[in-house]
């Protein structure tokens, strides 16, 4: 299965959100990464078919998935930014609900609303009401609901958002083992999420693709521009203010060891290091915000 975008273009107005996209996806994990305001979520609404290109299509496997309609519709799973929940809702009777929405047969339905539950963690609340549930809880009722149809093109738009580090891992697993034969495309600004999972990465600045590999080859641009450089304790905040600083530990001997990102040593005892997919990120966006 390959989903291509052709020229994809989205404008509101007199901005341009989405710039002439030419990317080809198959099956794998694709992490999206981008300030806000850097055309993911419009890319994504766009793969979902939710909002129509000014210009540009997008087809699967040659067909444009504008023609194919709900057939498309029913190989795809979504999780937006922000999902609507019905609070009175238990959250069987909800994952049911999206069921029937989805076209499952009622059999089919419960057997895997219960199966999703059990795998998000939330197999003990499913006769809950979700007014109840913590944000955390919701986001992974939000991720079963988009895995129902068990859909062959998974989109997920901050699905780590209120998770905490245990369910974020939970939720790496799920979708690991899920993608081996999917398409998953996957935005985050919790950088290490998409470094453990994604096979590709697809970065965005400005609505445009300005990197799209694997992450240790995306990465390479910047060897020889991040460092490790030891301070005093008592000066590490003034120092990691002063760089562009991705990292700092402290030691046991009064000393911080402070990762910078800098097209020169920073320091004189600056050390060079081999730079990971958040040096990348803070390397691009570092103090942006794009409207």
């Not at 979520?41 to 299509?57: A, D, E, H, V």
């Not at 120092?239 to 402290?250: G, I």
């Not at 600056?270 to 997919?277: D, E, G, T, V, W």
Request: hydrophobic share 40%.
């Amino acid at each position: 299965m390959k989903l291509k975008t052709i020229d994809l273009t989205k404008k509101f107005g007199s901005k341009t959100a989405v710039k002439h996209l030419n990317i080809t996806l198959s099956n794998g994990v694709y992490g999206l990464l981008g300030a806000n305001g850097a055309g993911k979520t419009t890319f994504m609404r766009l793969l979902c078919n939710i909002q129509t290109p000014t210009s540009g299509k997008i087809v699967l496997d040659g067909k444009n998935i504008v023609t194919l309609g709900e057939k498309y519709s029913e190989l795809l799973g979504y999780l937006p930014q922000h999902f609507g929940y019905y609070p009175e809702f238990t959250a069987l009777d909800f994952l049911l609900y999206i069921s029937a929405l989805k076209g499952l047969s009622e059999k089919n339905a419960k057997k895997k609303s219960k199966q999703l539950l059990e795998a998000v963690g939330l197999s003990e609340e499913s006769r809950h009401k979700i007014k109840t549930f913590s944000g955390g809880m919701k986001q992974r009722l939000g991720i079963a609901q988009a895995m129902l149809n068990n859909p062959h093109i998974l989109i997920l738009d901050e699905p780590t958002a209120g998770l905490d580090p245990k369910e974020r891992v939970r939720f790496r697993n799920i979708i690991s083992a899920f993608a081996q034969d999917r398409i998953v495309i996957l935005s985050t600004h919790i950088v290490s999420d998409v470094e453990f999972i994604a096979e590709e990465i697809i970065m965005m600045k400005s609505g445009e693709i300005i990197h799209f590999g694997k992450p240790q080859e995306i990465t390479s641009e910047i060897d020889g521009q991040v460092w490790e450089c030891t301070v005093p304790t008592a000066h590490a905040e003034k120092c990691a203010a002063a760089f562009n600083t991705s990292n700092l530990r402290n030691t046991d001997r009064g000393e911080t060891v402070l990762r910078i990102i800098a097209d020169h040593p920073p320091m004189e005892n600056a050390i060079p290091i081999r730079p990971n997919l958040e040096d990348l990120y803070l390397y691009y966006f570092k103090g942006d915000a794009e409207k």
